[in-house]
């Protein structure tokens, strides 16, 4: 998990931070899947490597932890888990909405809800295994509607005359991960099996 705001403007893989998720997915069609998710995780950044001189002089750092609950529709470009398995991958895209809980709210700054709405959107890949075990890797991105993920906003910091944030700018978070699933209802026979019992008793009179 990473994130871009007002330490990063584009995303920083050294300051990547583990984080995990569980899902449970529904096959609406071979075309669309939905999908429910608890993903919780942790982002950072820091200007130890400042992009300019305004970064040099703000010196900041912080560490969020996050618990994210997203519903979402995922379309695939292929037909997904087709009868014959003769299609045993799908790349996909998703897009749907999500609820944030910011864990630890960094103090000392405007007040703002721990609580808040995002957007999930990404893409990814398939791989069927077998009849019940799908592997799946993705990357997304969570739009929020707020510019205090990184405890920083609008500039009613100063220091030494410098603007501390961007207004601007709202933050955003990425979840890049592997996921592994696993069928958990078992597959009906579409034909069952009736004995003619009619049959059975004339064998059995003969």
């Given at each position: 998990?990473?994130?871009?705001?007002?330490?990063?403007?584009?995303?920083?893989?050294?300051?990547?931070?583990?984080?995990?998720?569980?899902?449970?997915?529904?096959?609406?069609?071979?075309?669309?899947?939905?999908?429910?998710?608890?993903?919780?995780?942790q982002i950072?950044?820091?200007?130890?490597?400042?992009?300019?001189?305004?970064?040099?002089e703000r010196?900041y750092s912080?560490?969020?932890?996050?618990?994210?609950?997203?519903?979402?529709?995922?379309?695939?470009?292929?037909?997904?888990?087709?009868?014959?398995?003769?299609?045993?991958?799908?790349?996909?895209?998703?897009?749907?909405?999500?609820?944030?809980?910011?864990?630890?709210?960094?103090?000392?700054?405007?007040?703002?809800?721990?609580?808040?709405?995002?957007?999930?959107?990404?893409?990814?890949?398939?791989?069927?295994?077998?009849?019940?075990?799908?592997?799946?890797?993705?990357?997304?991105?969570?739009?929020?509607?707020?510019?205090?993920?990184?405890?920083?906003?609008?500039?009613?910091?100063?220091?030494?005359?410098?603007?501390?944030?961007?207004?601007?700018?709202?933050?955003?978070?990425?979840?890049?991960?592997?996921?592994?699933?696993?069928?958990?209802?078992?597959?009906?026979?579409?034909?069952?099996?009736?004995?003619?019992?009619?049959?059975?008793?004339?064998?059995?009179?003969?």
């Amino acid at each position: 998990m990473y994130y871009t705001g007002d330490i990063s403007s584009t995303p920083q893989f050294s300051q990547t931070r583990l984080a995990g998720t569980a899902i449970y997915r529904m096959n609406l069609s071979q075309i669309v899947s939905f999908k429910l998710a608890l993903t919780g995780g942790q982002i950072s950044a820091n200007d130890g490597h400042p992009r300019d001189a305004l970064a040099r002089e703000r010196n900041y750092s912080f560490k969020q932890n996050l618990l994210e609950f997203s519903s979402v529709f995922e379309y695939h470009f292929l037909n997904y888990r087709p009868d014959d398995y003769r299609s045993k991958w799908a790349p996909y895209a998703f897009l749907g909405f999500g609820v944030l809980r910011i864990l630890n709210p960094i103090p000392g700054y405007k007040d703002y809800k721990a609580t808040q709405p995002v957007i999930p959107m990404g893409a990814g890949v398939k791989y069927v295994l077998s009849k019940r075990l799908t592997l799946s890797g993705e990357i997304g991105a969570r739009k929020t509607f707020f510019d205090y993920l990184d405890g920083i906003s609008d500039g009613d910091i100063h220091i030494k005359n410098y603007q501390f944030g961007n207004p601007v700018d709202k933050d955003w978070y990425f979840f890049t991960g592997i996921s592994l699933t696993y069928v958990l209802y078992k597959i009906p026979c579409p034909f069952p099996y009736v004995p003619n019992r009619s049959i059975i008793n004339k064998i059995r009179g003969h």
